[in-house]
């Protein structure tokens, strides 16, 4: 019966860890430890180092990895310059937002960080299946208001439901901050975000289960004479089908993609641009009184010999040389070589 622990040698391992520190207690190193039934199950020996440990909380797993919430980071802090620009244009006065953070959490718990009454606008980001949220504290809906409806931008002194003229109002700042989000994604995927609902207590908005996990945007809004926070709540389900699309390396070529198609566009574009376009047979200069005796029939004397090229200029910029001639009874010039350089004097 050696492979039964001694009365002597449980003390010494209950001690232990009711000390939290792992000691030699006088414990061989070979000793077993009991498994059930009383039988040992494995060798095992106490050290003198302890081992770092981190906590893991199986009930809210990291769905999402560190590489793909550092994208959702970069996506986000372009979404804040780019809804500041648009709301300082809207409020006439300078805004600016922040990215504070991005979290993962579970939904319920993002519940509970809802104040209510709130401003809660439900929208779907088609073609993904599901709703997404964006939340705008009270304190800073009000300041938009007040500021939009001619006043100076004061808070309200309480907390209270917007109504439907200000509902209206605060719809209009929500769909240019959704069409915002929609320019950011696009390194994502083709999406159209639509307002689909609108909610002023956070209970009633079920947008997932209350243990799913869930991707949660914060951002300050600061302006002269206040601060707030919006978010945006991402589900994770809403995001399963493009979550690989939020790595690094698909962020990466999607931006070189994004560039390459932009240029491709602005070539397009470039291609109908009109331009005038005018040929210079040569140059003189006249006193003023030369040019008042000037009649029918007389001859001006040219800088040029009249065989040599013509300058064609683009919107007043010498960039080509021709030679003159008809194709018909029409006049035309015929290109002979392009100006890498322009000549001095030619622009005058």
Same mark, same amino acid.
């Given at each position: 019966?050696?492979?039964?622990?001694?009365?002597?040698?449980?003390?010494?391992?209950?001690?232990?860890?009711?000390?939290?520190?792992?000691?030699?207690?006088?414990?061989?190193?070979?000793?077993?430890?009991?498994?059930?039934?009383?039988?040992?199950?494995?060798?095992?020996?106490?050290?003198?180092?302890?081992?770092?440990?981190?906590?893991?909380?199986?009930?809210?797993?990291?769905?999402?990895?560190?590489?793909?919430?550092?994208?959702?980071?970069?996506?986000?802090?372009?979404?804040?310059?780019?809804?500041?620009?648009?709301?300082? $244009?809207?409020?006439?006065? +300078?805004?600016? &937002?922040?990215?504070?953070?991005?979290? /993962?959490?579970?939904? #319920? =718990?993002?519940?509970?960080?809802?104040?209510?009454?709130?401003?809660?606008?439900?929208?779907?980001?088609?073609?993904?299946?599901?709703?997404?949220?964006?939340?705008? $504290?009270?304190?800073?809906? +009000?300041?938009? &208001?007040?500021?939009?409806?001619?006043? /100076?931008?004061?808070? #309200? =002194?309480?907390?209270?439901?917007?109504?439907?003229?200000?509902?209206?109002?605060?719809?209009?700042?929500?769909?240019?901050?959704?069409?915002?989000?929609?320019?950011?994604?696009?390194?994502?995927?083709?999406?159209?975000?639509?307002?689909?609902?609108?909610?002023?207590?956070?209970?009633?908005?079920?947008?997932?289960?209350?243990?799913?996990?869930?991707?949660?945007?914060?951002?300050?809004?600061?302006?002269?004479?206040?601060?707030?926070?919006?978010?945006?709540?991402?589900?994770?389900?809403?995001?399963?089908?493009?979550?690989?699309?939020?790595?690094?390396?698909?962020?990466?070529?999607?931006?070189?993609?994004?560039?390459?198609?932009?240029?491709?566009?602005?070539?397009?574009?470039?291609?109908?641009?009109?331009?005038?376009?005018?040929?210079?047979?040569?140059?003189?200069?006249?006193?003023?009184?030369?040019?008042?005796?000037?009649?029918?029939?007389?001859?001006?004397?040219?800088?040029?010999?009249?065989?040599?090229?013509?300058?064609?200029?683009?919107?007043?910029?010498?960039?080509?040389?021709?030679?003159?001639?008809?194709?018909?009874?029409?006049?035309?010039?015929?290109?002979?070589?392009?100006?890498?350089?322009?000549?001095?004097?030619?622009?005058?």
């Amino acid at each position: 019966m050696s492979d039964i622990l001694s009365q002597e040698e449980v003390d010494a391992l209950l001690s232990a860890v009711s000390q939290g520190s792992e000691q030699d207690y006088g414990i061989q190193q070979s000793a077993p430890v009991m498994g059930a039934g009383g039988m040992s199950s494995m060798d095992t020996s106490l050290g003198d180092h302890e081992k770092a440990m981190s906590l893991y909380d199986f009930r809210r797993p990291d769905r999402v990895s560190k590489d793909q919430m550092r994208t959702l980071q970069n996506l986000h802090e372009g979404y804040a310059r780019l809804f500041s620009t648009t709301l300082t $244009n809207f409020l006439r006065t +300078f805004v600016e &937002i922040e990215l504070v953070s991005v979290d /993962q959490l579970t939904y #319920s =718990e993002f519940v509970m960080s809802i104040s209510n009454p709130s401003c809660i606008y439900v929208f779907k980001m088609e073609p993904l299946e599901g709703t997404a949220i964006m939340e705008i $504290n009270p304190s800073l809906v +009000f300041f938009i &208001i007040d500021r939009l409806f001619g006043g /100076q931008g004061r808070p #309200s =002194e309480q907390n209270r439901e917007l109504t439907l003229i200000e509902q209206n109002v605060i719809h209009r700042i929500v769909e240019r901050g959704l069409n915002d989000l929609k320019d950011v994604w696009e390194h994502v995927g083709v999406f159209s975000p639509k307002i689909d609902a609108y909610e002023t207590n956070p209970q009633f908005v079920q947008i997932a289960p209350p243990g799913e996990t869930v991707i949660l945007i914060s951002l300050e809004v600061r302006m002269q004479n206040a601060s707030g926070l919006m978010s945006i709540c991402f589900p994770y389900m809403l995001l399963e089908s493009v979550i690989n699309n939020l790595s690094g390396e698909s962020w990466m070529s999607s931006q070189s993609l994004s560039t390459y198609e932009t240029r491709a566009v602005m070539e397009q574009e470039m291609q109908d641009v009109e331009l005038n376009v005018a040929s210079v047979i040569g140059k003189t200069s006249l006193t003023i009184r030369d040019l008042l005796q000037l009649q029918r029939g007389d001859v001006l004397c040219l800088d040029k010999p009249f065989d040599s090229d013509l300058m064609v200029q683009v919107e007043g910029k010498t960039k080509l040389a021709a030679k003159s001639g008809l194709i018909g009874r029409k006049k035309a010039i015929r290109i002979t070589k392009i100006v890498e350089k322009e000549v001095p004097g030619c622009n005058e």
